[in-house]
């Protein structure tokens, strides 16, 4: 969040990241090859939104 360092935002957004992978693949057989994943810290919050409401994960599907 804003009131964090962007280093701790950036390990944040990668477990958060990482949590979201790993459901995918142990709930729904997803191989990881298939997904896309990237992770922003604060460099693309939304400033529009309180802490809470910016705490997102966007996921890209490779099709095969």
């Known amino acids: 969040d804003k009131d964090a360092s962007d280093s701790y935002n950036n390990a944040l957004s990668k477990k958060r990241v990482d949590a979201v992978v790993d459901y995918l693949k142990t709930n729904y057989g997803v191989d990881s090859g298939r ?3 990237s992770y922003k810290g604060e460099t ?3 400033t529009t939104k309180k802490n809470q409401d910016d705490r997102r994960v ?3 599907l490779i099709a095969f």
């Open 44 to 46: 693309e919050a939304d």
């Open 58 to 60: 966007e996921i890209n």
């Open 35 to 37: 997904i896309l994943t």
